[in-house]
């Protein structure tokens, strides 16, 4: 597949840099690919399209504070995203901004916090700590939310400023609780109690695994076949629970709902035998093992992730996946919806 053939123009005023007031106000565009219609609806009405014995999956990962804003001895400003730790002293971040060398220090309001190690590649480092606090505390000390580069209001502001309290609530989803991603898994930002509570009473089974979102979630293709490109690979993990109720729900004839594309990954992931980890890259053609249906926002050109809601269209019933995606993402552009992280939802469904 050519990089092309994932581009689409979009309006940057569509491009959402604050969540709607309340979860639930997002709208949502409902997919049916194998009859090719859509309909626009309100998130609100997501529970119509759902029924006793579905099975809807979320990722239970929490978002870490970080993002760094630090400095070099020499004042110059340097910007960083805390990746993963490697042990208790060393770490994997990615840094921008001037010459940066190995033997330098980083600062935090004036106290070194970080000391380079090693220069890997995409601007990636080792760093090693200098301050003797485990990592999760040192990033609740020095980290804000880490929003990705499209929303960032006023990128100039120091992380203080810039780390809301709107972000810092809504930039997580309400049942988050295991600590590593650098990223939300966006499609579930939609939810609160009240929904999920609708959705049980209806008889639909809710589950949670863990992916951890990395960088390669928003890191853009860059290779001139979408084939080439090298996914970062991203931890996961697949409770037992929630594989005994993914085979009782397919023994009864229920439908798996992938609520997000991280989830998505994991799931296919797992049937292909992958454990603890993957680099999974899902592309038209591939064949889906456990997800039926996909609740996920609206994704950035060029992304590994569009080509994945391409796959889940053509496995619907789309004769050309991605083609057909173009369309409706042609259609969500007209009627103004609000698009990525913060932005409106799609629910793609099999006929």
Known sequence: MKLEELDFHLPQELIARHPAR?????????????????????????????????LLVFNDTRVLPARLCLKKP?????????????NVRFAKVMLSGGRLRPGVK???????VFHLVEKLERGEWIV????????????????????????RRLRQQAAEDLDSEEDRQRYQTIWAQEDGSVAAPTASLHFDRTMLEELQKLGVQCATLTLHVGQGTFLPVETEMVE???????????????VEAIEKTQKAGGRIIAAGTT???????????HRSSTQLMILPGFRFQVVDALLTNFHTPQSTLLALVGAMAQHLG??????????????????RYRFFSYGDASLWLPA
Not at 230 to 242: C, D, K, N, R, T
Not at 263 to 273: D, I, K, M, S, T
């Open 318 to 335: 789309a004769e050309h996946g991605l083609g057909f995606v173009k369309d409706v993402y042609a259609e969500a552009i007209r009627e």
């Open 263 to 273: 989830v998505c990954r994991a799931l296919e992931a797992w049937a292909l035998g």
């Open 106 to 112: 980083l600062l935090w309001r004036d106290s070194p």
């Open 128 to 151: 090693e700590k200098l301050l003797d606090v485990p990592w999760n505390q040192l990033l609740m000390g020095i980290g804000s939310t880490p929003l990705p580069p499209y929303i």
């Open 228 to 242: 080439d490109h090298i996914m970062h690979a991203e931890e996961f993990s697949i409770p037992p629970v929630l």
């Open 22 to 54: 309340q979860r639930q106000d997002a709208r949502l565009l409902v997919v049916v690919p194998g009859q090719g219609k859509w309909k626009h609806q309100k998130f609100c009405q997501l529970q119509e399209h759902f029924r006793a014995g579905d």
């Open 74 to 86: 020499t004042g110059g400003e340097v910007e960083g995203l805390f990746l993963s730790p490697c």
